[in-house]
């Protein structure tokens, strides 16, 4: 009895937690290059924007050029074979309702080796422009 009870409890609080949230899928363009030689930093900064208008229910969430919080991981190449690269992170962005979508997303892109493996691997470079397909969770 105590189980059968704990399992409609859970339920319960699993259905509503699942009619809150809402996945949303976004197509994000960088804003500026993006190369492993940048600076790293562990601050949101503002690489990205929404490449197009982000419709839910017949209603627009986001608008097109809308600026998203992410944050960059940079590792710089190296001698003896060693390539640079750079990770994404998305984190999310504001609705135009007040609402947040919160991506679980990220994005890697590594340098090339050189032919001669005593020399610097080449650096990685996400050109201004790149477009991503995101994943996030709407939550109202």
């Not at 999310?92 to 991506?103: D, H």
């Not at 080796?113 to 994943?135: C, E, F, Q, S």
């Amino acid at each position: 009895m105590r189980r059968l009870i704990t399992s409609i409890i859970f339920l319960g609080i699993v259905s509503l937690s699942l009619a809150q949230n809402d996945k949303i899928h976004v197509t994000v363009r960088t804003a500026v290059p993006i190369t492993s030689k940048s600076v790293y930093s562990e601050m949101p900064s503002v690489n990205c924007e929404v490449a197009h208008d982000v419709y839910l229910n017949g209603e627009l969430l986001i608008s097109e050029n809308t600026p998203i919080d992410t944050r960059l991981e940079c590792h710089k190449a190296r001698s003896r074979n060693r390539v640079g690269s750079v990770t994404i992170y998305f984190i999310g962005v504001q609705t135009k309702n007040g609402g947040r979508v919160f991506f679980d997303d990220s994005y890697t892109k590594g340098g090339k080796l050189r032919k001669l493996r005593w020399m610097h691997g080449k650096d990685a470079v996400i050109p201004a422009g790149t477009m991503i397909n995101v994943t996030g969770t709407y939550e109202h």
